[in-house]
C-alpha cells in the first residue's frame, strides 16, 4: 500500500494523513442528523415530520446492532489499529457515546417540544402517560387490556428459583419492582415484554373533534397489578434492550451454509448487550438491577424523556384521516419506451433503454422476467438476488420459468444482513421448483444486480441483460432512487455470462469486453478513471469528476480524488450517507464539493461522470466507494453508451447538484448545511424528476391516442 500512498502524494502533501478524514462512524451520525432535520423542518408535512423521525430511530437500531457492536468486539479482542481518521476502536466509541447521547436529545426534544403540540393543533393527541386518562378513557383501556392484551402477556417475575430470563433484542418490556402482600418486605423483580403481535398505538374513544392515541406500554403499566395478583407494584417502567447482531459466519468451515447461517440468525436473540433504554425518572434501585443483570456500562445507557423506540411513530403516520398532512402518494410511470403489452423483447433490439426508478415503473424488470419464464424460445434465465420483497413476483415469475423447462439459476446471497432469513426461505423454494440455487462466493457477498436472458433466435442466440444499481425488490423500486438498463449489446452479453460462470464456480475469462467487477479490477479501474482526470488537468485540457454514491469511505480512492483535485480537476460528489473525505483542505480539497440529498426517495443510485477530455464517459453500477464494496463484494460497474442516454444520466446529475430544497453542503469544518436558496429559484430535484417521467408519460399517451384515431378510419369505422 505504500506505493499507493506515494503514488497519491504531491508538492510534499501526503494525501493520507490522517487529519485529511472523518471517521467513517462520525460521518453517519451526521448523516442521521440530516435525516433529523426533515423532521425538525417546519416547511415538511407534520405526518412527513413523523416518519423521518421514525427513520432516525430504525437507523440508529441497525448503527447499534452492527457498527457499534463491532467496535465493541475490536476492543473486546484488544484490536488497536487506528481507522483512516487515526482513531482507535476504543477512542471511536467514546466519541460515538458523546454524539449518539447528543442525537437522542435532539431526537426526543423534536418529538416532545415540536412535533406532540403540532399534532394536538391539527386534533390528535397523544396521551403520554396513563394518569392522564379520563374516567371514560380508563373504562375503555382497562376493558381493552382485560378482552385484548391480558391473553396475550406472559408476566415473568425473578427468585431464587426463575433466573432473570432472556430479553429479546429489541423487544419493548416494562420491568417491576415487586413486594408480596402483607408479609413481604424485600422488593422482588418483575418483567412482562409489550407483544409486538398487537397495535402499539391504541386509538381512544373520539370525544369532539380531537381524537386521541396512547402507547400500549401505559396500557400495561396501568394493569400491571392484575398480572401479578399476589403482589403489590412499587414500581414500573418501560426499558429496551440492543443486542449485538453483527453475524460471524466460518464459510470455510461451515458444511452447509443455509444452516450455519440460521444457527447464527438464532443468536441476534442474544448476543451482548450493547445498548439499554429507560424511561425517564425511572427508580434507581429498579435500574441497578437491569444494568447489573444485562452488563450494561454507563456510556451505553440512555434515559428516555418519551416513548421508547420512536419507529411507533411509523405506526402513527398509517393513522386514517390525515391524509392532508402527508405527502401525496407518487405513482412511478410508465417507460415510453416499453409501454404496458409490449413484447419486451422486440422493444431491447431497437436500442438500450434506460429505467429511472422510483420515477420509472420497476413493472417492466418483473415483466421482463416473466416474458422470459413463458417464452418457448427463452433457454436460459441466470439472476442474483440480494433483496426481495416478501411476496416477491419475481420470484413466482423464476419458480414459473424452471416449471417451464428453463435453465433457471439463481445466485441468492443468504448474507445479505437482516434479510438473510427471508433469502433462506425463498432460496428453497426456488430448489424445490427445479431453479439451480447457488449461494454465492466463499468469503465475498455477492452485491451485483444483474439478470440474464438467453434466447434463441433466427439469426442464433441472443442475450439480453438487465444491469441496476438498485435490487431486484419491487417494494423498494418504489421509493428507492436507482438506475436500470435493459441491453442485447454482443459484448455485455459476453461479460454477463462470464459473471455467471464465475458465480458458479468456473474461472473468470483473461479478457473481459464492458463490465468491470469488484473485487477483481473495478477498484483499480475507479483509480484509473480518476487519474486520467489528473492527468488531463495537469496537461491544461478539460477535467472533471461527478459521482453520486450512498457513501464514500475507501481511502485510496479518496487520496486519488485528493490528487486529482490538487491538480486542478473540479470533482462534484453526491453522496447521501458517510463521507470521509473532507472539502476545503488548502492544497488538497479546494476543488472539491460534496452534497447530501435527503428527501422523500431515499437516493440510491449509483452514476458516475468522467470528463475524458470533452468525450465524457458515464457509469453506472452496484458499488459505493467502500472497501467492502470494492474489496469483499462482487460488484457490477456498467458503462452506458447510447448518446441520449448519456444525456439523460447527467441531466440527472446536474439536477440534483442544482437541488437546493433537499440538499445540503459539506463545510470545511465538518458540518453539513443547507444549499443556499439566495438568488437562485427554488429547486427540488427529486419534485423535478416526477414532473419529468409524468409529462413523459402524458406525452406517450398521447402519441398512442394519436395512433389509434389515425389507424380507425382505415377500419372503415370512423365518425
Known sequence: MRSMEQEHSAGGIDFYNPEFYTNRELSWILFNHRVLNEARDKSTLLFERLKFLSITASNLDEFFMIRVASLRDMVHA????????????????????????????????????????KLKQNGLQVVGRHEDLTK????????????????????????????????RNKTLNIAALVRKKEI?????????????????????????????????????????HKLFLNYDIVC???????????????????????????????????????????????????????????????????????????????????????????????TPQPVPQLPPGCRIFDEIRKGDILLHHPYQTFAPVVEFIRQAAKDPEVLAIKQTLYRVSGNSPIIAALALA?????????????????????????????????????????GLKTHSKITLVVRREEDGIRRYVHLGTGNYNDATAKLYTDIGLFTCSEAIGEDATAVFNMLSGYSEPLVWNKLSLAPLWLKNRFLYLIDREKKAAQAGRPARIIAKMNSLCDQDVIAALY????????????????????????????????????????????IFYFENDQNYEIYCGSADWM???????????????????????????????????????????????????????AYCSQEVFCEEAMAEAKRMYREEEQMTRTFIPETGHGE
Not at 385484548?148 to 406472559?154: A, D, F, K, M, S
Not at 391504541?202 to 373533534?209: C, F, Q, R, T, Y
Not at 439459476?409 to 423454494?429: C, G, H, Q, T
Not at 486529482?564 to 476545503?584: F, P, S, Y
Request: hydrophobic fraction near 40%; proline fraction near 4%.
Open 78 to 117: 484488544k484490536y488497536q489499529k487506528p481507522d483512516i481518521a487515526g482513531l482507535t476502536p476504543g477512542r471511536q466509541l467514546e466519541l460515538l457515546s458523546v454524539a449518539i447521547h447528543q442525537l437522542v436529545e435532539l431526537q426526543y426534544s423534536t418529538y416532545n417540544r415540536s412535533l406532540v403540540p
Open 136 to 167: 371514560k378513557e380508563t373504562v375503555f383501556v382497562d376493558k381493552y387490556f382485560e378482552e385484548n392484551v391480558y391473553p396475550v402477556l406472559t408476566p415473568m417475575a425473578v427468585d431464587s428459583s426463575r433466573p432473570f430470563p432472556l430479553i
Open 184 to 224: 413481604g418486605e424485600e422488593l422482588e423483580f418483575a418483567t412482562v415484554q409489550v407483544p409486538s403481535v398487537l397495535s402499539r398505538v391504541v386509538e381512544l374513544p373520539a370525544d369532539g373533534k380531537m381524537r386521541k392515541v396512547i402507547f400500549l406500554e401505559e396500557i400495561i403499566e396501568r394493569n400491571m
Open 236 to 330: 414500573a417502567y418501560p426499558f429496551r434492550i440492543m443486542r449485538n447482531a453483527d453475524l460471524t459466519i466460518e464459510e470455510d468451515e461451515a458444511a452447509d451454509l443455509l444452516k450455519e447461517i440460521e444457527k447464527q440468525l438464532k443468536k441476534r436473540q442474544w448476543g451482548e448487550a450493547i445498548r439499554l433504554e429507560v424511561a425517564a425518572h425511572c427508580d434507581r434501585r429498579l435500574l441497578r438491577i437491569l444494568e447489573d443483570e444485562l452488563h450494561i456500562e454507563e456510556d451505553n445507557l440512555y434515559v428516555i424523556d418519551g416513548p421508547l423506540d420512536l419507529t411507533v411513530l411509523m405506526k402513527m403516520y398509517g393513522l386514517e384521516g390525515f391524509d392532508h398532512l402527508k405527502a401525496a402518494k407518487y
Open 402 to 442: 424452471a416449471e417451464n423447462g428453463k435453465q433457471v439459476s439463481v445466485l441468492v446471497e443468504l448474507k445479505a444482513r437482516f434479510d438473510e432469513e427471508n433469502n433462506i426461505v425463498w432460496a428453497r423454494m426456488l430448489e424445490k421448483a427445479g431453479c439451480h440455487v447457488i449461494y454465492g462466493l466463499v
Open 563 to 606: 490528487g486529482a483535485a490538487a491538480a486542478g480537476v473540479k470533482i462534484d460528489l453526491i453522496v447521501r450517507g458517510i463521507c470521509c473525505l473532507k472539502t476545503g483542505i488548502k492544497g488538497v480539497s479546494e476543488n472539491i464539493t460534496v452534497r447530501s440529498i435527503v428527501g422523500n426517495f431515499l437516493e440510491h443510485g449509483r
Open 627 to 681: 472497501p467492502r464494496n470494492l474489496e469483499r463484494r462482487v460488484e457490477i460497474l456498467f458503462p452506458v453508451d447510447r448518446p441520449e442516454l448519456k444525456e439523460r444520466l447527467l441531466h440527472i446529475l446536474q439536477s440534483q447538484l442544482a437541488d437546493n430544497i433537499k440538499a445540503s453542503v459539506l463545510k470545511p469544518d465538518g458540518t453539513y448545511t443547507r444549499a443556499s436558496k439566495r438568488g437562485r429559484q
